[in-house]
């Protein structure tokens, strides 16, 4: 596979937003006709010669030392993601090398589908690394009503937030979700370059949303391990989450986890939730959207559906 076209363009794209004061340049007068750093100064901070510099922004990472990588990660003040994703593209670079692709999981073993049923206060689900939600428990299905479903699964995240116009109304935050989310894509298509399955998700997903195909050309990349997540449920409304990743090791899965915070009005709300999946009801009508209208709740006499 020829990555040539990623490494320039990731590259160049991070080259361009190092300012030659963040960098420790002197700033001389006169109009600099290029953003950011130009290749002879990344040359020079990363101790290599200009051409061999143009070489590697050119797409040929092929026979580059560790140590060099290392320096250019410095040099353009790359993050850990970034770090990983230039050694990826490195990796991917020299096909004698190149790993075959990783079989991504679409199921969970047993043992895994108790934790997950045991986690009865705890909205939670199992996704595989191009974003299949696999797997998830019955408080979850509850938090993504009418979304996620047993019938549903597997259920591309990636597919639901840039080709689903539910998307925009489940996600309260959905730009700064769909940006972590294209992130997390480029990032597993530097890991498993050959993931034909992947590729072909990353093409329908460029082909039919504008907002994908923008945020793919950034070319940012980023670890989901944390985050903080707005949700509008039709049960309770605006439900502020934090989301936690929790990656089963072998597995090639990752556990999201939402929880709120002890005490929090998110929290009652969770608490809500966590009793209305217990009863197996349906909402009859949607909640407020304000999360801070009093929650419909059922009342004594209400049956089992």
């Known amino acids: 596979m020829d990555n040539s076209k990623d490494v320039r363009e990731f590259l160049t794209s991070r080259r361009s937003r190092i300012t030659p004061a963040q960098a420790g340049i002197p700033a001389y007068g006169g109009a600099r006709r290029v ?15 200009t051409e061999y510099y143009a070489r590697l922004e050119r797409g040929n990472l092929r026979g580059v030392s560790d140590s060099v990588l290392e320096s250019l990660a410095r040099t353009l003040q790359l993050d850990e993601a970034e770090r990983t994703h230039l050694l990826d593209l490195a990796r991917a670079s020299a096909p ?3 790993p075959a692709a990783r079989r991504l999981r679409t199921e969970v073993r047993p043992s895994v589908e108790r934790i ?22 019955s408080l979850c299905f509850t938090l993504y009503t009418d979304i996620l479903s047993p019938a549903t699964l597997p259920l ?13 109304d489940f996600f309260v935050e959905w730009a700064t979700l769909a940006d972590d989310l294209a992130a997390a894509l480029r990032t597993e298509s530097g890991r498993n370059p050959h993931d034909r399955a992947l590729s072909n998700l990353i ?11 923008t ?7 980023r670890f989901h391990r944390s985050a903080r997540k707005t949700l509008h449920n039709p049960l309770v409304g605006d439900i502020e989450l934090t989301g936690d990743a929790l990656e089963l090791p072998g597995e090639g899965l990752t556990l999201i986890a939402y929880t709120a915070e002890p005490g929090s009005h998110a929290q009652e709300q969770l608490d809500f939730l ?23 709740r059922p009342s004594e006499g209400d049956s089992r559906d």
């Open 35 to 49: 953003p950011g750093l130009k290749r002879e100064e990344v040359a020079m901070l990363a101790g290599v010669s």
């Open 96 to 98: 004698s090398e190149a």
């Open 116 to 137: 997950l049923a045991g986690m009865t206060g705890t909205p939670a689900y199992v996704r595989n690394a191009r974003m299949d939600i696999v797997a998830a428990n």
């Open 156 to 168: 591309n995240l990636a597919r639901f937030m840039f080709l689903d116009p539910r998307s925009q």
């Open 203 to 213: 093409g329908d997903l460029a082909t039919g949303s504008t907002e994908f195909s």
């Open 215 to 221: 945020r793919w050309a950034r070319h940012n990349v």
């Open 274 to 296: 966590t009793r209305w999946s217990a009863t197996g009801k349906r909402p009859i009508e949607p909640a407020p959207a304000n999360p801070h209208t009093a929650m419909t």
